[in-house]
Nanobody
């Protein structure tokens, strides 16, 4: 069984930066894509960014473009999310997800495409 584990989140002041990372390990499935989603209490989990390892395709949500950067790590099935110019609205639990199926580009933002999920990392931005 694949396990997805995020690094610890953190707290930062508005305007600051934070980097979180994630690793998917175990099981026999090939991981084709990994993504970050985030969720605040009372709201649905929303897409942040995704990377498809074959072709190194990357997709961002509108709010992440220009501020967040997703990248694959040196080790297999690892990704990081570099977040810059953070605002209080970015406060959320950030979840890492991994897909064992081949996801088309247009589907990378869909929660349903991901089989494995981490437990989340709390990111808090204060004003």
């Amino acid at each position: 069984q694949v396990q997805v584990v995020e690094s610890a989140g953190g707290s930062v002041q508005a305007g600051g930066s934070l980097r979180i990372s994630c690793a998917a390990s175990g099981g026999t499935s090939t991981i084709h894509s990994m993504a970050w989603f985030r969720q605040v209490p009372g709201k649905e989990r929303e897409f942040v960014a995704a990377i498809r390892f074959s072709g190194r395709n990357i997709v961002y949500s509108d709010f992440a473009k220009g501020r967040f950067t997703i990248a694959s790590g040196n080790m297999k099935n690892t990704v990081s999310l570099e977040m810059n110019t953070l605002t209080v609205e970015d406060t959320a639990v950030y979840y890492c997800a991994a897909a064992s199926r081949r996801v088309v580009l247009s589907g990378l933002h869909l929660r349903s495409q991901y089989d494995y999920w981490g437990r989340g990392a709390q990111v808090t931005v204060s004003s």
